[in-house]
């Protein structure tokens, strides 16, 4: 097992760091500048044009598209080489975006990629990879525990040439950008079947008729224009036969593609999160004194930095294992450890980013910093794509099993 790195890996990380030096630290103020003037203007929904113009930059660089693995469509990276620079974009939350890597239009990429047709590809995903448009992922819902995806009540029904579905979703996300132009809903279409083929994904547009936006969710106080994560209600919603994904029935195998490399992303972006608060508290540390010391001379707080540099190389070096088994074994063989990363990388950024937010004091809880806005994203993230309880009770189902 040999987690160096190849040399096309280190060059793209050395280019993908310089840009993030030379373009997106010193545009972090102008970010929330714009979206403050756009709140002002009333126009808190629209696309900032500070990431357009940085989208312009990173493409003329061959910065774009990093995440898709082997592919006629993508840099063609691997799972294990793509990590480092999640890593590397993860340290600005809204980094990745200005790469074309973001979410939810990463795993939707990769969804249409491996299980479009070529008339869905053509309609859908090269405007994605073209950043033309953005998308949505449809399939938790308000009233039923959605971390159990076979509790989803929304329906799916074939009608002659088409399907008409119905439901309610909230979290959304993606769905309040006004370039939100598809979503990938997930939904019942034969409630009778056995209990994991009962589900399908089906592409819907978003100016279709019958899909209203409720409101958007507010994360920690954050409602994340112009990203937003949406309530969204599916009204008898027409959509052709042929916009099915892979066929009714498979929702879950396609579930199952999307996640792996979803939860990489996710995890080495909050590593990187990470590591970025450990920097932040290691200076703040250095330039503040209290009771007659350098806060970096408390023990307390030298016990922090040292468990956080720990926790963070433990976190990375498991979700590179991971990253490794589905590149060389796929992703059934890495389920494990792709459900331990969804545990570990988490609660790991949470811990670091609330030592860090407790070094900086009052300053830690506020706009004056990024740590709080820091801290939302972690949180949330051990709600994304399943709760911590789900993935432990998956890992311990395995390691009980290896005594059979």
């Avoid at 019942?188 to 589900?199: G, L």
């Avoid at 040292?306 to 088994?325: F, N, P, S, V, Y």
Wanted: hydrophobic share 40%; with cysteine; charged share 25%.
């Amino acid at each position: 097992m040999d987690f160096s790195y190849s040399p096309r890996t280190q060059e793209l990380q050395a280019r993908v760091a310089r840009f993030m030096d030379e373009h997106i630290y010193p545009s972090e103020d102008l970010y929330w500048q714009e979206i403050a003037a756009n709140t002002a203007a009333g126009k808190r929904w629209t696309p900032l044009q500070l990431i357009e113009e940085l989208k312009l930059k990173a493409r003329a660089q061959g910065l774009w598209n990093l995440f898709l693995p082997e592919s006629e469509y993508g840099a063609g990276l691997t799972n294990q080489e793509y990590a480092p620079l999640a890593e590397i974009m993860g340290r600005t939350p809204w980094a990745s975006e200005v790469f074309n890597c973001s979410a939810p239009d990463t795993g939707n990429m990769e969804t249409i990629v491996r299980y479009g047709t070529a008339e869905q590809k053509t309609r859908w995903l090269e405007p994605l990879l073209d950043a033309k448009i953005r998308s949505a992922f449809a399939m938790t819902e308000p009233d039923v525990a959605s971390s159990d995806a076979t509790n989803i009540t929304a329906r799916i029904e074939r009608d002659g040439e088409d399907y008409v579905l119905n439901g309610r979703k909230w979290w959304t996300s993606g769905a309040g950008d006004p370039r939100c132009a598809v979503y990938i809903f997930m939904g019942k279409t034969d409630p009778d079947a056995p209990r994991h083929s009962q589900q399908s994904m089906i592409l819907v547009p978003a100016d279709a008729p019958g899909v209203k936006i409720l409101r958007p969710l507010m994360v920690f106080g954050y409602d994340d224009a112009p990203h937003g994560h949406m309530e969204v209600l599916f009204e008898n919603v027409r959509v052709p036969a042929s916009n099915m994904l892979l066929g009714e029935g498979r929702g879950f195998e396609i579930a199952q593609g999307r996640l792996g490399p979803g939860r990489i992303h996710h995890c080495m972006r909050l590593i990187g999160l990470a590591e970025r608060s450990l920097e932040l508290m290691c200076r703040r540390a250095t330039s503040r004194v209290a009771f007659g010391k350098p806060l970096s001379a408390q023990t307390v707080t030298q016990e922090r930095i040292a468990e956080a540099r720990c926790m963070i190389d433990q976190a990375r070096l498991l979700t590179l294992k991971a990253a490794w088994m589905m590149d060389v074994a796929g992703n059934k063989t890495a389920k494990a450890e792709i459900a331990m990363i969804k545990v570990v990388a988490p609660s790991m950024a949470c811990k670091v980013i609330d030592w860090a937010m407790q070094v900086h004091g009052g300053g830690g809880m506020c706009e004056d910093f990024p740590l709080a806005n820091f801290y939302t994203m972690a949180r949330t993230l051990r709600f994304a794509d399943g709760p911590d309880e789900v993935h432990r009770n998956a890992i311990a189902k395995m390691e009980i099993g290896k005594l059979s």
